[in-house]
């Protein structure tokens, strides 16, 4: 099991060093990004969030490396969190849709006039 360590505040995740990204996102934080991901939010709106709830300052692309959709070398862990999570938003949708009484499309004079 990972250990959630915290980066310093202020600090910069997923920036260039020496070769190497340093990662340093907590699982929390990984699992807020994966989740947001599912939700269809975008990777620019996801590192504004980060930055907002937990002080946590990364790049577009650090947040892109969890989206299973755009990178092949997600990991599993995060891939059954980022597809169940989008499972359950979709079905969620589909519920809200279902639940709506049927709207009558049928054109009248009556609705146009004003």
Known sequence: ????????????VGVRKRGRINSKLTIRQKEYVVERLAGFDS??????GLKE???VTVTR???EQY????RRKCAPRWERLFDATRRTIIEGKAAC???SAPHSHV???QAVAT
Do not use: C
């Open 1 to 12: 099991m990972e250990q959630a360590v915290e980066p310093p505040a202020g600090a910069t």
């Open 43 to 48: 990777p620019v709106a996801i590192v504004k």
């Open 53 to 55: 709830e937990f002080g």
């Open 61 to 63: 692309q650090a947040v």
């Open 67 to 70: 989206d299973p959709k755009r």
């Open 97 to 99: 849709g279902a639940a």
């Open 107 to 109: 054109w009248s004079p």
